[in-house]
Structures are given as C-alpha cells and as structure tokens.
C-alpha cells in the first residue's frame, strides 16, 4: 500500500505517491521513494511524472520565478520544460515528453497560478514527511547567478579604484602644460644665446 | 511600538529620520512581513488575478491602485523622483506586480529567508 501525501495552495495542489524507506526504520506514513507525483491546477490539464521529472520541473519554476523578480530576461528552457513570460501577468509553459511522436503540453497561467504553484513546492520541500534526495532539488536561487554577480562587483571594486586615479591623475597632470613648455623654452634659450655672441665678439 | 516607529527610515516619506536600522530591526521587518504576507494572501493572490484578466474583473485592481495611491500622495514625499514614478500609473504597475509577487512566493515556514535573499539580490 503506498502513501498519499496532498500538498495544497488556493488552485494548485500536488499530490505525492510513494513509500516509506523500511530499511531506513522509517516511519509508515514517512515517503522517501517517490514513485508518482501529480499537480493539479484549476481548469487546467493534469501534469505527472515520475520522480526523475519533479527535480528538474520544481528547479525551473524556482529559476523562472527568480528571473521574473530581479528584473532579468524570464526565460528558463531545458530538455523537459520551457517557461516564458508572454507579458508581466501570463506565462507560457511547455512540457515536453521524453516519449517519441508525443506532443508537448502547453500551458498559460497567470501571477496567481504560478505562485500557487511555488507554494505547494515550498511545503513539498519543507514537509517533515517527504525526503527528497538533494540533488533531485537544488536550492532555488541559482547559485550561477549569484557567483556571476559576486565576481562582477569583486571584479569592478578591484579594476575602478586605479582606473579613476590613473584617468584623475593625467586630468591633473595634463593642466601644467599651460605653465610650462619645454619647446618654448629651450627657443628662448637659443635667442638670448644668439642676441649675448654678437657682444662677446 | 519600536517595529512600527522604524517607517520613519523610509527615506521616501514626508518627514523621516537618517538613521541606519540595526540588523536585528531589519530581520524583524521582514518577520513581520512575512507574517503578514500569509495572512493576506488570499488578498494578494486576488489583486494579482484582477490584472490576468482585467477586461473582466478590474474592480479590485482598479481599487488596491487607487488606494495605493492614495497613501503615497497622503504619506510620501510627492516631490521626489521616485515618489513621482510610484504615482506614475504607466510605470507603477510593474514596480506592484513584482512586489505582490516577492510577497506571495515567501508565505512559506522558510520565507523569512526567501525574502531576506530577494532583498540581498537587488
């Protein structure tokens, strides 16, 4: 008999399918082998898989929703699942089978929908009673990102200090050319030493 | 009392202090924010759903925005630039959408620290 565990927000739930780990001396009600998982969205087609697609399909809409957020370009595809914004309220979603000669799913859902969607995956992930292996489930703000942007600012605080100093310093520099000419000079030179040879001779 | 004199930090209000907030006043803001986010996200969740499909139920968008507006013309420094762009009705929208949203992706036990790495990362 396996174990049903619903997880759900306004129009969305997820429904997890699976078994406890016995040789784990786990708990009967506890699922650590997840062997189906369904989502429901209101008036829309049911989406399941097996475990294998619930990683990837929970990463991508964590990804998706970071983007949409910070102000990036909200684009995610992947061989599984493309996301994209259609305008700031829709979203475009298309699940693509890994069995040949089967069309993709597309899906539109609004704001509302999609975070609905993001919660019953935050109580999936914070459900004392599901274990998820961590790499099914990577931690949702791309840490890429985050390096990217580490490295930018590291790289910028490193690189503007001297470039400004260097760039103030020829500015600076560059004024004493009006208070002192090395040509100029050297030409009045050359005529008082013209106008003092005709005295000595 | 002390959380909600803290408003008075907002630099974008009429009158307020310069004072940096300490960081335990900060992690409680955003406790209380969560807080109050899953509270009232059933309300957020509706705002969000009046403006997919506005041509049939723009009432309650129509009426948060004018509210919204409403207290920043009440409370906020009009006279500055980006007072002036929250009251702006072609450039608010967004600047709303997404903070309704940040809002209703952090109602879970861990969106203290979903919030706390939105704030970090803008």
């Keep these: ?201 | 009392m002390t959380i909600w004199k803290l408003r008075n930090n907002n630099p974008l209000r009429k009158s307020y202090v310069t004072n940096n907030i300490k960081l335990n006043e900060f992690d409680a803001l955003i406790r209380v924010t969560v807080e109050m986010s899953k509270y009232l996200y059933p309300y957020i969740r509706e705002i969000l759903k009046s403006k997919e499909d506005i041509e049939e139920n723009s009432v309650i968008w129509n009426d948060f925005n004018k509210r919204f507006i409403e207290l920043i013309k009440e409370r906020f420094n009009i006279d500055s630039m980006r007072v002036k762009k929250l009251l702006n009705q072609a450039e608010n929208e967004e600047i709303i959408i997404k903070s309704l949203l940040i809002l209703s992706f952090c109602i879970s036990n861990q969106g203290y620290q979903k919030l706390k790495n939105f704030l970090h990362d803008f």
Excluded at chain 1, 52 to 61: D, Q, T, Y
Excluded at chain 1, 72 to 89: F, G, Q, R, T, W
Excluded at chain 1, 117 to 132: A, H
Aim: glycine share 2%; net charge positive; hydrophobic share 40%.
């Design chain 1, 1 to 201: 008999m396996q174990n049903k565990l619903l997880f759900h927000q306004s129009s969305a739930s997820l429904e997890i399918i699976g078994l406890p780990d016995y040789s784990n001396n786990e708990n009967k009600d506890q699922i650590s082998i997840i062997s189906q998982w369904k989502l429901n969205i209101v008036d829309k087609p049911l989406i399941e898989g097996k475990i294998e697609h619930l990683g990837p399909i929970m990463n991508a809409f964590y990804i998706y929703s970071n983007l949409l957020i910070k102000n990036e370009i909200p684009i995610y595809e992947s061989k599984l699942i493309d996301i994209k914004a259609d305008n700031l309220h829709i979203h475009n979603i298309v699940l693509k089978s890994s069995k040949p000669n089967v069309k993709p799913l597309v899906l539109k859902i609004g704001n509302s929908l999609l975070s609905d969607t993001i919660n019953c995956f935050d109580q999936l992930n914070e459900s004392p009673k599901v274990r998820i292996k961590k790499n099914v489930v990577s931690n949702y703000v791309p840490k890429k990102g985050r390096f990217g942007l580490n490295k930018k600012v590291k790289f910028f605080n490193f690189f503007i200090p001297p470039f400004i100093a260097i760039c103030s310093l020829i500015l600076f520099s560059s004024s004493f050319i009006y208070f002192y000419s090395p040509f100029e000079n050297i030409e009045k030179k050359e005529q008082l030493n013209q106008n003092k040879d005709p005295l000595a001779s």
